[in-house]
């Protein structure tokens, strides 16, 4: 036997089977590599009025009509009650196209997990359109829409007056994805940090998270909603989830004074 050429053939074997080893790591687990998460904060003492979560279905699939095509399901979206009783739909900019001239949007509905009629169907924004989120401020992100027409209350949320959540406060994500059939589904996380432009939520499982953005984000302390889902970001094998903060959207909802219709928009 030709023990150097053994030998050689095993040196060059072992650099190979060293990268091919790393590749398979980060193919079957790419969350390993990176930087690890920050410590949870501790549970906040929270001075807001407790309350109640929401019994009803209040995160509700967000659907599209494009001239000339069929409505198709896209993100999520809910809706709030400002302080003068008007209510508000609220869904990300990243899930619409307001740029098509062939197939100019039409109308944005929200409907129920598991019902075909819809809750109400908007043709008019609420103030200027938002735009879809590239870097870590999250509050870039939003489709405000004028409701003119009644609403049931069941699928109303509360903002809570606090305008986010604090680190450390357990809270709810209420979607109607990920569990195969459309119903609705709430998964439960720790906010990890907040600030201004950004709140990032720890899950407590791993998830698809596929077609959440747009679901409202509840506080289980106060039982009011404290942001909309807006980015995903794997970290450490968890989910860490972009929030943008409730107080930003209450704001841009209440300074706006334009409603433009829905179909003569564009960017």
């Not at 501790?42 to 009509?65: D, F, K, M």
């Amino acid at each position: 036997m030709n023990t150097k050429f053994v030998m050689r053939g095993l040196l060059l074997a072992l650099p190979v089977a060293v990268i091919a080893s790393v590749v398979l790591t980060l193919v079957m687990n790419p969350t390993r590599i990176g930087r690890p998460l920050d410590p949870t904060p501790p549970p906040p003492t929270i001075l807001a009025p407790r309350g109640e979560l929401p019994t009803g279905p209040v995160g509700l699939q967000g659907w599209a009509r494009y001239r000339g095509k069929a409505d198709r399901q896209v993100v999520h979206g809910f809706l709030i009650r400002l302080s003068d009783g008007e209510i508000v739909g609220v869904t990300p900019a990243h899930g619409f196209s307001f740029s098509d001239p062939d197939h100019p949007l039409q109308q944005i509905a929200l409907a129920a997990p598991g019902q075909t009629d819809f809750v109400v169907e908007f043709d008019r924004l609420r103030g200027q359109l938002g735009q879809p989120r590239t870097g870590g401020d999250m509050t870039v992100d939003y489709v405000l829409l004028r409701a003119d027409q009644p609403i049931d209350s069941s699928f109303v949320l509360t903002p809570d007056s606090r305008g986010a959540p604090q680190p450390g406060e357990r809270v709810s994500l209420f979607s109607c994805s990920g569990d195969g059939r459309g119903s609705q589904r709430i998964l439960e996380g720790t906010v990890q940090s907040v600030s201004d432009t950004a709140v990032w939520v720890l899950m407590d499982e791993l998830f698809n998270p596929d077609g959440m953005s747009g679901s409202p984000f509840v506080s289980q302390y106060t039982g009011q909603v404290v942001g909309m889902a807006i980015a995903v970001n794997p970290r450490g094998g968890r989910l860490l989830l972009g929030v943008h903060p409730i107080g930003s959207i209450v704001q841009l909802a209440e300074s706006a004074t334009e409603f433009p219709k829905i179909r003569e928009y564009r960017r």
